[in-house]
């Protein structure tokens, strides 16, 4: 039987004011970014009237309906592309994912991506975010190495969603930075929107989205400093731009000004840990993959260069 239009409908009843995606969220039982497709699509009104913005306010007695119709048939091609499967189970898979590799289907890359990957590799995979991107939770950039975890059905979906929304999902990420970094740990706070220059990439900003980055000083070398970042928000390239931000670029960035004297295809810049709650379970799980070759080659090369010496802050 074909799948079928699914209708809402439910009275915004707080008090304070909320934001219209967060409720059609709820309601539905989707991500934020699906719910506000359904708005951007015209399949949400608020008391009759159509809604065109995520954003907009919701005040108390505001009535909203909503027509969410049925995902579309997955039109994606498997691929026989080799990738490190750290985990699986029924509901999410672990992937350690190579530099090089999109994450999922963009213009340009279309058949070898992750996405492509996984659906050669795995039973199944959640549908919430669509035809483009089934199972993926949470994206690393291209030339990013590491951990993410998939999702294999809606409700394990929702769950990790959760969890990054909540802060309670650990993403731990191992940089080479260019300079010496002069404390030993802090926090990175500001907004990133996208360029004004070149929209492909993103700035610190007055406006856009709040983005907050830990980070600890691991080693220091003359000219570099090994690090680990945390993220406490998501946003895109957030750890690239927070890297420049502090006049310290991820090295091999060329997109935000790192150096290369390594001869390296893209930012040394890792995923190398991750911390979540198995969505059915409950169980704490940790999971961590080991700095890809060429990236350890670097460390290796600046430990012999310096002796194991490092410069301590100033």
Known sequence: MAARTENYSATYAEDDQGRLDSFVAGIVGCTRSHARNLIL?????????????????????????????????????????????????????????????VVHPAPGSYGDTLVNALLNSLDSLSGINGVIRPGIVHRLDKDTSGLLVVAKNDAAHLS??????????????????????????????????????????????????????????????????????????????????????????????RTYGGSDKFGLKGQLLHAYKLEITHPSSGERMTFTAPLPDYFAKVIEILDGKYGGKTTPAE
């Open 160 to 253: 990790l969603q959760r969890q990054i929304a909540e802060k309670t999902a650990k993403r731990h990420y191992l940089a080479l930075l260019d300079g010496v970094v002069r404390n030993d740990s802090g926090e990175i706070r500001n907004y990133l929107d996208r360029s004004k220059k070149d929209r492909k990439i993103y700035a610190v900003s007055r406006t856009g989205r709040l983005a907050v980055t830990d980070y600890r000083v691991i080693k220091r070398y003359p000219t570099y400093t090994f690090a680990e970042f945390v993220l406490q928000t998501g946003r895109t390239h957030q750890i690239r731009v927070h890297a420049k931000s502090i006049g310290h670029p991820v090295v091999g960035d």
């Open 41 to 101: 699509d015209g399949n949400v009104t608020i008391n009759g009237s159509a809604a065109d913005k995520a954003g907009a306010v919701l005040r108390k007695g505001d009535r909203v309906s909503i027509s969410a119709p049925p995902p579309k048939e997955l039109d994606l091609s498997p691929s026989d592309i080799p990738i490190e499967i750290v985990y699986q189970d029924n509901d999410i898979a672990v992937v350690n994912k190579p530099q090089g590799m």
